[in-house]
């Protein structure tokens, strides 16, 4: 018997991390958050060199386990003993990672890392291309939209949260190059599965959005 999983793909902060931690504690499963592995490939990159040289940020995807570790069930980055996770969620650090992810040799090794997540007792996966490469087979898919303003207000809150200052107008011009970069790029664009349920997360808040996917994971998963 196939390993169950749940999938969680969409545009840039349109809720996916939020509601995949939620599902993930409330049903006691393993939770994977593929985009952060792409940024710390990018933000290890960063350290050396803006300018992408595929053969160099191959080598870092290849030894990723020499700077990425789980830690109280969370990912960590650390660069020269020093941990420098913050750093993964600026959108300089955002916009490399999908430059990156368009490297059909690093997709393969991360695509083997984050298969590898795929665990008893099941898996709650979020991404950009979890229910249309990596995880295909998934039972249950979920695909997150909403509107662009309300996504760029969303991450110019949770960066300032992290001590990262930024303002509107720049937050809004950085997310709508990465939605255009996801969408338009040759391998893997971001586009929802055939059978996946689309959540528009505009104007429901955390708890009306951990909800109604609950609703489905019921009535899909004998759980409870």
Same mark, same amino acid.
């Given at each position: ?8 793909? !969409?545009?840039?902060?349109? !809720?996916?991390?939020?509601?995949? +931690? ?7 499963? %393993?939770?994977?958050?593929? !985009?952060?592995?792409? &940024?710390?490939?990018? =933000? ?14 191959? %080598? ?6 020499? %700077? =990425? ?37 690093? &997709? ?9 997540? &795929? ?7 979020? !991404? ?25 207000? &969303?991450?110019?809150?949770?960066? +300032? ?14 997310i709508q190059k990465r939605d255009n970069l996801d969408i338009f790029r040759k391998i893997s664009p971001l586009k929802p599965s055939k059978n996946a349920i689309i959540l528009d ?8 959005? %951990? ?14």
């Open positions: 018997m196939n390993i169950p999983v749940i999938t969680i793909d !969409g545009t840039s902060a349109s !809720g996916k991390s939020t509601l995949c +931690k939620k599902i993930s504690k409330k049903i006691g499963w %393993f939770s994977l958050e593929s !985009g952060f592995i792409y &940024r710390a490939v990018a =933000l290890i990159y960063l350290q050396y060199s803006s300018v992408i040289i595929p053969k160099k940020v191959v %080598f870092i995807a290849k030894n990723l386990n020499c %700077f =990425l570790f789980i830690k109280k069930k969370k990912f960590k980055v650390i660069y020269n003993k020093k941990d420098i996770t913050n750093n993964v969620f600026t959108e300089k650090t955002s916009m490399l990672a999908s430059k990156i992810s368009q490297i059909p040799e690093i &997709r393969n090794i991360l695509l083997n890392i984050q298969k590898s997540f &795929r665990l008893n007792p099941g898996l709650v996966a979020n !991404g950009r291309d979890m229910g249309t490469v990596v995880f295909p087979d998934s039972k249950l898919k979920f695909f997150l939209i909403s509107n662009l303003k309300i996504r760029s207000y &969303r991450r110019m809150l949770q960066l +300032k949260k992290r001590g990262i200052i930024t303002n509107f107008k720049k937050t809004y011009s950085e997360t505009s104007y429901i808040n955390t708890t009306e959005m %951990f909800n109604i996917s609950m609703k489905y994971i019921k009535s899909k998963f004998n759980l409870f």
